[in-house]
Every structure is written in C-alpha cells, then in structure tokens.
C-alpha cells in the first residue's frame, strides 16, 4: 500500500485531517514536503549522499581547516562554518542529484566541525560544549531538508545529551528516566502517525527512525553505570534503594506497552478480548519479575510497537535495546547468576507467550496445518537426528576427558597473567602459561603438534623441545599444542569457577593439568605460589 493511499484511508476512517491530502491547502502542502523522500529514487539518492567516503571527505576538510588553525580565530572558524551550514541548506531545496547531495553532507559536515572547534575554544567547560552540539544539532534539523541529514544530526544530539548526562553525574536512574522519555516520543511518533506527519512535516521522518536507534544507549549506560560505580547492593531482587527507583521506570516501560496494545485493540478488533487482556498480564508480569531490569521492559516495548506497525525495523531494535541491555546487565555483581537466570528465563516465557498470542489472532493459517503429514514426520526424523548428534558428540568429548584423567601424570604450570571476566561465560580466568614464552622460534613451528617437558621435584613443567619425533627420554611427555598465526594454545586457557571465588583465585601462580601419554591434557584446577589447591577444584581424582 503506497503512503498516500494509507493517508486516504486514515481520513476516511477519521483519523487524518482531509486537508492534508489537498496540495492546495498549507496542511496538504507540508504533508506533500513530508512524504517527498520517501521514494524509491529520493531514499537511493540520499544513501549515496550519506556515503562513507562523502563523510570522509568532509572530515578531512574539516580537519584541515582546524589544523591550519583557522578556529582559533573564533568568528573566522564560526563564519566559515555557518557558511557550510548555509550552503548545505541551499543545496537541500534544490534538485536531489548525487553531485548535490554529497555536496550538502560536505559543507554541513564541515560546518558542524568548524563551528564546534571554534566553540571549543571559548567554552570553558564541557557541560557548555555539549548543550552547543544538542543546540547545532537542532538548527541543523531545522535548516537542511533531508532526511539522512536530519538522522544523523539527532544521532549526535542525542550522543551529545548522553554525554551531558555523564558530566552531570545523573547517575543510572537519570539515564532510566532519559530512555523512558525518548521512549515514550517514540510511542508517540509512531502511534500518531498520520497526524503528527502532518503536523511536523519534514521533521517526522528524521525523528521517528533517529530516536529508536539512541534510545538504548541510555539503558546500556545506565546499566553499566551501576556496575562501574561498584556498589554491591546496585541490584537486589525487590529490595534496597535501587529496587524502587528501577520498579519505577518498569512501570513506566509497562504502561508504554499497555498503550501500545490498547491502540492495538482499537485497530485490530481481532486482538480485543482475552488476548488483550493476556497481553496486558504478560506485559505487567515482565516489569514484575524484572524489577532490576528496566531494560528488558524497553525492549519489550520496542517490540510491540514494531508489531503494531509492522515495522521489522522496529523489531530489530527492539532486539538490539534487549541484546545491549543484557549485555551490561550481566557484568553487573549486584545480582547472583541465579536471580538473572530466574528472571532471563522468565522474560524469555514471557515473550514467547506473548508471540504466541499475536500468532493466534494475527488471522492466518498455521504452517503446520497447511503440511501433509509425511512432510511433519520427516521434519522429526531430521530433529532427531540433529539430537542424537548434539548429545553424541558432547559424550564422546566427555568420555575422551574423563580417560585423560584417569590415566593422565599431573602437571603444573607456570601463570602468566590472566583474565578474570568473561563475556558469555561468567565468572573466569583466561589463563597465560609461562611455557610458551619459551618456545624458541613460533613462526618454525606447525600449526599441530607437541611439546616435550619434563617436570622437577615439584611437578612444574620445563621446556625441553618441540617434539620433532624422536623417542622419549625417560621423564619426558608430550603436551599437544594448536597455534593460530603466532598465538600457541595447550587447550587448557579458560578456567570457569562459581560465583565468590574471583578474589581466591587471584593468588593463582599454576594451573594444574592431567595430562596423558598421547598428549591431550585437561585442566584440573588452580595452585597458588605454594602449590597448594586454590578454590573449588573442576575435576576430583
């Protein structure tokens, strides 16, 4: 359905002002402006404008101009980049040709820097320069008429309010607050569709697609603001000072979505009834069993909207606002991997129960219904098999190690320093072996192969050589190895450990492995300068 047609029948349903659709009228005027870079051709043109190397381009112009020091005389540097801002605003209400459009990225590009280098050196203070970038950004908004322009400039104006944000000190709960009101303008902008379009005109564009890309940077921030500041009551599950700041913003996420979905029911008649109301329980269930994570809320939110007016777009950031949220939310140490288990599942059943209303009464037919039988149970025979191969090769793996520790010597080697974080894994060590600064000559050696080493009174591996064939002197072993460009692995670095043992496990000085005739090793557990055993050990023998 083109836009024009949509608007057509909004105004029959009453929705959209028919004035708007009449190019006589002031209103049909701005609304004609509104939808004039929506076409095929205009959107194509301007993704060619907006090209990497017209950014480039103007970066280096700019630069050059700051590097001759032209800025420092301020209304030169200001004059020149009012200049930029001019032309671009010139070339925007002509002709849309390539030449054109990578000329109005250019001077406005180049503008923007000139003017904000010229700012920056009078402004004495950063909070001053920031609230100058949202104002440019603003007034670049207001004089260039074209859309990608106008994205990119709410982009930086956002970015530059975050930043504003952080030097203000407004902490995880001001962030909270900021996603939700530029939440809640997205709701708005896009379930007032038709009439703010007509009403803003131009600027509905840039702002409906602009903010949904910078709304999840403020939960992100906010979220790991809350593990930086290092306050270990940040996020007790419905308790502590946090707790109620952060039920705080889930409710206003969840009245957000409770929005969304009465504009639903008034659209759809099909989604009125129990799904409406289930929707309503599934969405204030969400906020309820994620009092500490706000975050989940907004996507969820996200989401819905992009169902609403199906938009994959939408739905993808939605995807990208929880994936983001979750991201800092697991680094956090105020909540055990427990609780963000309990509440990663829950929201988890929660979505799905939700897809599964909208599915129901989206008024389709189920693929499953439509297939023959033979076709459905081959679709399992294809399933099963794809299980027995993920549950075989685990098993062998599994029977593989646990002969490698039945029979393996024990061998310690000396850490080198490690990391104690990891990004899906939890609480970990990558650990670096000593060993493997003393390899001669990495670039000689194959991609396979073994190491030789022997082992003093203590158990602690020496080097004696890259295994080249030759028998094995008594005391010998071989260690396998795999290197990938100059980096060698023993394919024992990751050492995950439970929750509470981070600051035992610093005092690690060796890893102990199990290591058998053939080679292969696996990691048993960590020792400290003494050799003694630190922690809970990951294999008894």
């Not at 409406?276 to 009092?291: E, F, K, S």
């Amino acid at each position: 359905m083109s836009t024009r047609r949509l608007l057509e029948q909004l105004a029959d349903e009453g929705l959209v002002d028919r004035a708007a659709l009449d190019e006589a009228t002031p209103l049909g005027q701005r609304t004609r402006d509104a939808l004039a870079g929506l076409t095929g051709e205009g959107l194509r043109l301007q993704q060619a404008g907006a090209s990497v190397s017209v950014w480039l381009g103007a970066l280096l112009l700019a630069t050059f101009l700051v590097q001759m020091d032209i800025t420092e005389v301020v209304p030169l540097g200001l004059a020149l980049g009012a200049a930029g801002l001019g032309l671009a605003a010139v070339l925007a209400r002509g002709s849309a040709t390539l030449l054109e459009l990578q000329l109005r990225w250019i001077a406005t590009i180049g503008g923007q820097v000139l003017i904000l280098a010229s700012l920056g050196e009078v402004v004495g203070d950063d909070e001053s320069l920031c609230v100058a970038t949202i104002l440019l950004q603003a007034l670049t908004v207001w004089l260039i008429h074209d859309l990608a322009i106008g994205v990119a400039s709410i982009l930086v104006g956002a970015g530059a309010l975050l930043v504003l944000a952080a030097e203000l000190r407004v902490g995880a709960f001001g962030h909270g607050l900021l996603a939700l009101f530029l939440g809640t303008c997205i709701c708005g902008l896009w379930v007032l569709q038709a009439p703010l379009a007509a009403r803003l005109g131009r600027l509905w564009q840039p702002l409906a697609y602009a903010l949904p890309l910078a709304v999840w940077a403020p939960i992100t921030i906010g979220a790991g603001s809350r593990y930086d500041h290092g306050d270990a009551d940040a996020l007790p599950m419905f308790l502590g000072g946090w707790a109620v700041d952060a039920m705080l913003l889930s409710a206003g996420w969840a009245a957000l979505s409770t929005w969304l979905i009465v504009q639903a029911g008034r659209e759809r008649p099909e989604l009125r009834g129990g799904a409406q109301r289930a929707a309503y329980a599934g969405i204030w269930l969400t906020a309820l069993l994620g009092l500490d994570t706000p975050g989940l809320s907004a996507g969820l939110t996200l989401l819905l909207l992009g169902q609403l007016r199906a938009s994959m777009n939408l739905r993808l950031l939605g995807l990208t606002a929880i994936g983001s949220f979750l991201f800092f939310w697991y680094y956090e140490h105020g909540s055990t991997l427990l609780s963000k288990s309990i509440v990663a599942v829950s929201h988890g059943a929660l979505f799905l129960l939700l897809a599964g209303l909208l599915r129901r009464t989206a008024d389709r037919p189920r693929e499953g219904r439509a297939r023959p039988l033979a076709a459905r149970i081959g679709d399992l025979r294809w399933l099963s098999l794809a299980l027995g191969l993920g549950l075989a090769i685990p098993g062998y793996v599994v029977v593989q190690k646990e002969q490698v520790l039945a029979s393996g010597e024990t061998v310690l080697l000396r850490l080198a320093p490690v990391d104690p974080r990891s990004l899906m894994q939890g609480d970990y060590m990558e650990l670096r072996y000593a060993l493997i600064n003393e390899l001669p000559d990495v670039d000689a050696m194959a991609p396979r192969g073994a190491l030789i080493v022997t082992r003093d009174l203590d158990h602690v591996a020496q080097f004696v050589r890259v295994d080249d064939g030759r028998p094995l002197a008594p005391g010998e072993l071989r260690l396998r190895y795999h290197k990938r460009g100059s980096e060698v692995s023993l394919g024992a670095e990751t050492f995950l450990f439970p929750e509470g043992e981070g600051r035992t496990l610093e005092a690690a000085r060796y890893g102990e492995l199990a290591l058998a005739e053939a080679g292969d090793s696996v990691l048993v557990g960590l020792r400290d300068e003494a050799r003694r055993p630190l922690g809970t050990r990951l294999h008894d023998r």
